[in-house]
Structure formats: C-alpha cells, structure tokens
C-alpha cells in the first residue's frame, strides 16, 4: 500500500459506498480523515471502524452539500479545527436514476446543487487550508456519465448534467491554480460494485474478470495512483469496464 506520510483528508460523502472506502482506505495508508457527510450517524459509524483498524479516529463533520448554509458552517468548523489540508476530496453527490415520471423540482435541485454548487463552494472554503499544505490536491469523483457525448443509459437528465458540471468545476479549478502548488484532479468511475476494504470481495477484486463491474476498490487505487505522481503531473483518469463503462458490452 502507498504511504501517504499523515496527510490530512477531507471526503465528503463519507458515511458509505465509495466515500466509506476511501476514507477507510486512505486511514490505513496513515492520513488523518476528516469525515463529511449529511448523516453523523452513519459518518460516526465509518470513523468506529477506522478507530478500530488504525487507533485514529476520524473528525466527523456533517454537511448537506445542497444546501450553501451547510457547506459554509462545514467549511468553517474545518477550518477553525486546523492549520492545513492535504487532500479534498470531492466525492459526495446525489444520485438520480432515469424514469418516465416528471423530476420534482427539488430533485432537480439536489442533484444540481450538490454535485456542482456544494463541490464549488466547498472546494474554495477549503483552498485557503490547501493552498498552506505542501503536497495540496483536491480530487472530484465524476463519472463516466459526466463525460462528453457520454450515454445516457439509465442515468436522468438531471443528474448527466450535474456530473457534467462537476467535471467542469474540477477542469475550471486546475486552470484556475496553474502556477500555484494546488492540483486538481479528477476520476471518472463506471458503474461501481459497493465494496468495503475487510470484505472479502474487497479481497477477491484484483482477480475479477474483463467482463466483471468495477468496484470501490478500483477507484481507490486510481486515486491513490494519482495523488502519488509527481507534482507536475494532474491528471484525469477515466476508468472504464465492458459492464457499466464508456461504451456498451457487445451482445453476440
Ligand atoms: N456507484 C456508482 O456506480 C458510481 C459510478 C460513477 C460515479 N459515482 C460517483 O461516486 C461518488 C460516490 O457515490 P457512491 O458510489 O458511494 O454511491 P451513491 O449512491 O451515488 O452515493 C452518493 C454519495 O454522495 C452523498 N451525498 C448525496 N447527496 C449529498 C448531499 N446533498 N450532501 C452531501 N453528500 C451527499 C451520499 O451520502 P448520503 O449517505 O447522505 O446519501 C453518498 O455518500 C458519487 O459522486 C457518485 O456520483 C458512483
């Protein structure tokens, strides 16, 4: 596993799937995790865990990121509770699946705000505490939704523009911090199996064939590759699968 020397990570969406194994992962490797997530209970319940696996226990901060009141106490509690931080990463966003009925409004609105505004915000709460780190990423876990001409395929509108928007915010940033020691990153995932490290699927996953989904496990080792390059190097990674991914499995 990489060494990340006790670097100090902040993930949003932290309370299960993907946001859960990063930060399980990323404790392991020997960051300091800082939590984020709508649901305490649930965030409390992954820091149990790490608390277990590493004898640290994770900060656990609650934040709706829809909602601009909730990242702004958010950002403020984090900032108020450290001098610096290594590595945002951007992985909470709410998901929304395709039918034929009509999308509340405020569904739209979620799915929108959470994956496009609160990423924003959150992430230029956070750049002051970033740009004090010496190696500062921030990482944004799009999707191969959120890539152009990308298929629809099960996914709603709504939430094929909000990735599509995350993506922009993640591409804006690393224009907007050229010159300055700050990468911005970003992974686009397929569809994911949800796996926890300690599983034994977790375990089993380097095995799976071609034709097998990608997993958390996948997206967690291509973050670790990335934040792991040389500083000059930024990268967008699209991680693709036959089942789930860019393009649709061939039927014969
Ligand atoms: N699962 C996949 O197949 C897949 C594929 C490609 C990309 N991704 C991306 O990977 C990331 C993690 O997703 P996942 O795989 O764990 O599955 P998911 O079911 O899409 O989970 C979404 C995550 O975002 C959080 N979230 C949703 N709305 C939020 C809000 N308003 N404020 C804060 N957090 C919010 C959820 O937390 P709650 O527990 O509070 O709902 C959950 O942790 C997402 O960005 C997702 O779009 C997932």
Redesign the pocket.
């Known amino acids: 596993m990489v060494e990340l020397d006790g670097r100090t990570v902040v993930i ?8 859960a194994a990063l930060a399980t992962s990323l404790a392991e490797t020997g960051c300091k995790i800082i939590l984020c ?3 305490l209970v ?1 965030l409390e319940k992954v820091a149990d865990g790490i608390a277990e696996a590493t004898g640290r226990r994770p900060v656990c901060i609650a ?4 909602e601009s009141a909730s990242v702004r106490g958010a950002v403020e509690a984090i900032v108020d509770a450290h001098e610096h931080i290594d590595l945002l990463i951007n ?5 929304l699946e395709a039918r034929d009925e009509p999308y509340p409004a405020e569904e739209v609105l ?1 799915v929108i705000n ?2 496009v505004t ?1 990423t924003f915000l959150f992430s230029q709460g956070l750049l002051p505490l970033l740009r004090r780190s010496a190696n500062p990423d921030i990482v944004t ?5 959120g890539l152009p001409n990308g298929l629809l395929d099960g996914v709603s509108v709504p939430f094929y523009a909000a ?1 599509r928007g995350q993506a922009a915010i993640a591409e804006g940033l690393r224009q907007m911090l050229a010159g300055t020691p700050v990468r911005s990153i970003i992974l686009h ?4 199996d ?1 796996i926890q490290p300690g599983e034994l699927a977790w375990g089993e996953a380097p095995g799976r064939a071609k034709s097998a989904r990608a997993t ?1 496990r996948d997206v967690v080792e291509a973050v670790l590759f990335a934040v792991t390059r040389p500083r000059n190097i930024s990268l967008s990674i699209v991680l693709d699968a036959d089942d ?1 991914g860019v393009f649709p499995a061939q039927v014969s």
């Open positions: 949003t969406g932290a309370g299960r799937g993907l946001g997530g709508r649901s649930a934040v709706d990121l829809a992985n909470g966003a709410m998901w979620g959470s994956a609160g876990i799009g999707s191969v939704s990735k995932p397929p569809d994911l949800d958390n789930g």
